[in-house]
Protein backbone atom coordinates (compact mmCIF):
# COMPACT_ATOMS: atom_id res chain seq x y z
CA UNK A 1 0.00 0.00 0.00
CA UNK A 2 1.05 3.56 -0.53
CA UNK A 3 0.44 6.15 1.47
CA UNK A 4 1.40 9.68 2.56
CA UNK A 5 1.46 8.88 5.98
CA UNK A 6 -1.01 11.58 7.74
CA UNK A 7 -3.24 7.97 9.48
CA UNK A 8 -0.67 6.15 9.86
CA UNK A 9 -0.63 6.36 13.80
CA UNK A 10 -4.34 5.27 13.59
CA UNK A 11 -4.12 2.92 11.46
CA UNK A 12 -0.59 0.68 10.95
CA UNK A 13 -1.16 -1.43 13.64
CA UNK A 14 -4.58 -2.54 12.67
CA UNK A 15 -3.25 -3.21 9.13
CA UNK A 16 -0.33 -4.61 10.21
CA UNK A 17 -2.76 -7.17 12.26
CA UNK A 18 -5.18 -8.03 9.06
CA UNK A 19 -1.82 -8.95 6.99
CA UNK A 20 -0.25 -5.98 5.11
CA UNK A 21 3.57 -6.64 4.80
CA UNK A 22 4.35 -3.66 2.72
CA UNK A 23 3.80 -0.16 2.53
CA UNK A 24 5.23 3.13 0.98
CA UNK A 25 5.07 6.26 2.47
CA UNK A 26 5.70 9.80 0.78
CA UNK A 27 8.03 11.93 2.35
CA UNK A 28 9.68 14.51 -0.06
CA UNK A 29 11.44 17.00 2.46
CA UNK A 30 12.11 16.67 6.06
CA UNK A 31 11.50 20.46 6.61
CA UNK A 32 8.05 21.48 7.97
CA UNK A 33 7.34 24.50 5.87
CA UNK A 34 8.35 22.97 2.64
CA UNK A 35 6.56 19.94 3.38
CA UNK A 36 3.55 22.38 3.91
CA UNK A 37 4.22 24.25 0.70
CA UNK A 38 4.79 20.64 -1.41
CA UNK A 39 1.87 18.34 0.06
CA UNK A 40 -0.04 21.87 -0.18
CA UNK A 41 -1.54 21.07 3.51
CA UNK A 42 0.22 18.12 5.30
CA UNK A 43 1.82 18.20 8.89
CA UNK A 44 5.96 16.71 8.69
CA UNK A 45 5.47 15.93 12.42
CA UNK A 46 1.77 14.03 11.71
CA UNK A 47 3.77 12.12 9.00
CA UNK A 48 6.97 11.35 11.39
CA UNK A 49 4.59 10.15 14.07
CA UNK A 50 3.00 7.87 11.20
CA UNK A 51 6.18 6.35 10.28
CA UNK A 52 7.49 5.88 13.79
CA UNK A 53 4.33 3.98 13.98
CA UNK A 54 4.79 2.01 11.22
CA UNK A 55 7.53 1.06 12.11
CA UNK A 56 6.54 -0.25 15.49
CA UNK A 57 3.27 -2.34 13.67
CA UNK A 58 6.09 -4.81 12.42
CA UNK A 59 5.54 -4.61 8.60
CA UNK A 60 8.25 -6.51 7.13
CA UNK A 61 9.78 -3.63 5.04
CA UNK A 62 8.53 -0.05 4.72
CA UNK A 63 9.91 2.14 2.15
CA UNK A 64 10.14 5.89 1.75
CA UNK A 65 9.06 7.53 -1.80
CA UNK A 66 10.65 10.68 -2.43
CA UNK A 67 9.98 12.79 -5.80
CA UNK A 68 13.29 15.42 -6.03
CA UNK A 69 12.96 18.48 -7.83
CA UNK A 70 15.76 21.37 -8.67
CA UNK A 71 14.74 24.56 -7.11
CA UNK A 72 12.30 22.92 -4.55
CA UNK A 73 13.72 19.64 -2.88
CA UNK A 74 16.96 18.39 -4.61
CA UNK A 75 19.02 20.05 -1.75
CA UNK A 76 17.64 17.36 1.13
CA UNK A 77 18.97 14.37 -1.27
CA UNK A 78 21.10 13.45 1.57
CA UNK A 79 19.28 14.31 4.64
CA UNK A 80 16.57 12.27 3.08
CA UNK A 81 18.66 8.81 2.74
CA UNK A 82 20.35 9.69 6.42
CA UNK A 83 17.17 9.63 7.50
CA UNK A 84 15.99 6.30 6.11
CA UNK A 85 19.23 4.55 7.05
CA UNK A 86 18.70 6.20 11.04
CA UNK A 87 15.28 3.88 10.91
CA UNK A 88 16.21 1.26 8.99
CA UNK A 89 14.14 2.08 6.10
CA UNK A 90 14.52 1.91 2.25
CA UNK A 91 14.11 4.68 0.38
CA UNK A 92 13.17 5.04 -3.32
CA UNK A 93 13.73 8.45 -5.34
CA UNK A 94 11.17 9.12 -8.37
CA UNK A 95 11.74 11.19 -11.26
CA UNK A 96 8.47 13.60 -11.18
CA UNK A 97 5.83 12.66 -12.94
CA UNK A 98 3.83 14.62 -15.34
CA UNK A 99 0.17 14.29 -13.72
CA UNK A 100 -2.52 16.71 -13.04
CA UNK A 101 -1.93 20.26 -13.40
CA UNK A 102 1.15 22.17 -11.51
CA UNK A 103 1.65 26.02 -11.31
CA UNK A 104 5.86 25.03 -11.89
CA UNK A 105 7.45 24.52 -15.09
CA UNK A 106 8.12 21.01 -15.15
CA UNK A 107 11.01 20.53 -17.59
CA UNK A 108 13.02 22.95 -15.13
CA UNK A 109 12.18 21.11 -11.95
CA UNK A 110 13.22 17.72 -13.91
CA UNK A 111 15.77 16.16 -11.60
CA UNK A 112 17.20 12.77 -13.05
CA UNK A 113 17.90 9.56 -11.11
CA UNK A 114 21.35 9.68 -12.31
CA UNK A 115 22.11 13.41 -10.75
CA UNK A 116 20.85 12.23 -7.70
CA UNK A 117 22.94 8.57 -7.43
CA UNK A 118 25.87 11.15 -8.36
CA UNK A 119 25.00 12.96 -5.38
CA UNK A 120 24.37 9.74 -3.31
CA UNK A 121 27.79 8.36 -4.03
CA UNK A 122 30.08 11.69 -2.68
CA UNK A 123 28.35 10.29 0.60
CA UNK A 124 27.30 6.49 0.60
CA UNK A 125 29.22 3.19 -0.65
CA UNK A 126 26.32 1.96 -2.49
CA UNK A 127 26.40 -1.46 -4.28
CA UNK A 128 23.81 -2.41 -7.07
CA UNK A 129 21.68 -4.78 -5.56
CA UNK A 130 19.54 -7.65 -7.38
CA UNK A 131 16.41 -6.95 -5.28
CA UNK A 132 13.15 -6.47 -7.42
CA UNK A 133 10.00 -5.79 -5.84
CA UNK A 134 8.03 -6.40 -8.93
CA UNK A 135 7.87 -2.96 -9.66
CA UNK A 136 10.34 -0.66 -11.81
CA UNK A 137 13.03 0.32 -8.85
CA UNK A 138 16.44 -0.46 -9.43
CA UNK A 139 18.10 -0.81 -6.32
CA UNK A 140 21.64 -0.39 -4.58
CA UNK A 141 22.13 -1.74 -0.60
CA UNK A 142 23.77 0.55 1.39
CA UNK A 143 27.14 -0.56 2.59
CA UNK A 144 27.39 -1.33 6.21
CA UNK A 145 23.25 -0.66 6.41
CA UNK A 146 19.87 -2.51 6.43
CA UNK A 147 18.95 -0.15 3.96
CA UNK A 148 18.36 0.30 -0.14
CA UNK A 149 18.16 2.80 -2.13
CA UNK A 150 15.88 2.97 -4.59
CA UNK A 151 15.26 4.94 -8.22
CA UNK A 152 12.43 5.13 -10.69
CA UNK A 153 13.03 6.94 -13.29
CA UNK A 154 10.09 6.86 -15.99
CA UNK A 155 12.00 9.69 -18.20
CA UNK A 156 15.60 8.68 -18.07
CA UNK A 157 14.78 4.97 -18.08
CA UNK A 158 11.84 4.63 -19.40
CA UNK A 159 10.65 0.85 -17.62
CA UNK A 160 7.26 0.16 -19.07
CA UNK A 161 7.95 -2.63 -20.92
CA UNK A 162 8.44 -4.71 -17.83
CA UNK A 163 6.07 -2.82 -15.53
CA UNK A 164 3.39 -5.97 -14.10
CA UNK A 165 1.68 -3.11 -11.57
CA UNK A 166 -1.75 -1.99 -12.14
CA UNK A 167 -3.08 -0.35 -8.57
CA UNK A 168 -6.47 0.63 -6.94
CA UNK A 169 -7.77 3.97 -6.01
CA UNK A 170 -9.65 4.70 -3.27
CA UNK A 171 -12.94 4.56 -5.21
CA UNK A 172 -12.20 1.17 -6.38
CA UNK A 173 -11.01 2.22 -9.35
CA UNK A 174 -8.88 -0.41 -10.83
CA UNK A 175 -5.91 1.68 -12.89
CA UNK A 176 -3.55 -0.24 -15.29
CA UNK A 177 -1.27 2.59 -15.78
CA UNK A 178 -0.24 5.56 -13.51
CA UNK A 179 0.36 7.38 -17.41
CA UNK A 180 -3.37 6.14 -19.19
CA UNK A 181 -6.63 6.38 -18.11
CA UNK A 182 -7.54 2.47 -18.93
CA UNK A 183 -9.02 1.26 -16.21
CA UNK A 184 -12.19 -0.96 -14.57
CA UNK A 185 -14.46 -0.15 -12.26
CA UNK A 186 -14.29 -2.58 -9.47
CA UNK A 187 -16.55 -1.23 -7.10
CA UNK A 188 -18.84 -1.40 -9.24
CA UNK A 189 -19.03 -4.96 -9.73
CA UNK A 190 -18.93 -5.58 -6.38
CA UNK A 191 -21.96 -3.47 -5.70
CA UNK A 192 -23.75 -5.00 -8.18
CA UNK A 193 -22.57 -8.71 -8.00
CA UNK A 194 -21.79 -8.47 -3.54
CA UNK A 195 -21.90 -12.26 -3.72
CA UNK A 196 -20.11 -13.21 -6.50
CA UNK A 197 -16.19 -13.22 -6.10
CA UNK A 198 -15.72 -15.19 -9.25
CA UNK A 199 -16.83 -12.56 -11.17
CA UNK A 200 -14.89 -9.78 -9.30
CA UNK A 201 -11.96 -12.02 -10.66
CA UNK A 202 -12.39 -13.02 -13.73
CA UNK A 203 -13.18 -8.67 -14.32
CA UNK A 204 -9.50 -8.61 -12.80
CA UNK A 205 -8.02 -11.16 -15.31
CA UNK A 206 -9.82 -9.65 -18.32
CA UNK A 207 -8.46 -6.01 -17.40
CA UNK A 208 -5.15 -7.34 -18.45
CA UNK A 209 -6.03 -7.40 -21.71
CA UNK A 210 -6.37 -3.86 -21.64
CA UNK A 211 -3.54 -2.89 -19.95
CA UNK A 212 -1.66 -0.35 -21.58
CA UNK A 213 1.72 -0.51 -23.11
CA UNK A 214 3.21 2.52 -21.49
CA UNK A 215 2.80 5.76 -20.80
CA UNK A 216 3.15 9.07 -23.11
CA UNK A 217 4.74 11.13 -20.62
CA UNK A 218 6.60 14.53 -22.14
CA UNK A 219 7.62 17.01 -19.14
CA UNK A 220 7.86 19.78 -22.09
CA UNK A 221 4.69 19.47 -23.33
CA UNK A 222 1.08 20.02 -20.79
CA UNK A 223 0.32 16.65 -18.91
CA UNK A 224 -1.93 14.71 -20.56
CA UNK A 225 -3.22 13.23 -17.58
CA UNK A 226 -5.52 15.51 -15.29
CA UNK A 227 -5.38 12.86 -12.57
CA UNK A 228 -2.78 13.62 -9.70
CA UNK A 229 -0.35 11.27 -8.56
CA UNK A 230 -2.01 11.57 -4.53
CA UNK A 231 -5.16 10.42 -6.62
CA UNK A 232 -3.88 7.04 -7.25
CA UNK A 233 -0.71 6.37 -5.02
CA UNK A 234 2.83 5.82 -6.06
S1 LIG B 1 3.62 4.42 -16.97
FE1 LIG B 1 2.21 2.70 -16.93
S2 LIG B 1 3.23 1.03 -18.02
FE2 LIG B 1 4.79 2.57 -17.55
S3 LIG B 1 5.64 1.83 -15.61
FE3 LIG B 1 4.01 3.32 -15.06
S4 LIG B 1 2.18 2.07 -14.76
FE4 LIG B 1 3.70 0.79 -15.83
Not at 79 to 84: I, M, N, S, T, Y
Not at 103 to 126: G, I, N, P, Q
Not at 171 to 191: F, K, N, P, T, W
Amino acid sequence: MTTNGSQLTKYASSMASAGLDRINISLDSLKIDRFRELTRNGDLNTVLAGIEAANKAGFKRIKLNAVIMKGRNEDEIIDLARFAINHDLDITYIEEMPLGQVSHARDESYCSSDEVLAELKTVFELQPSVTNTGGPSRYYQVAGTNSKIGFISPHSHNFCESCNRVRVTTEGRLLLCLGQEHSVDLRDIIRRYPEDSERLKQAIIDSMSIKPEGHDFNIESEAVIKRHMSVTGG
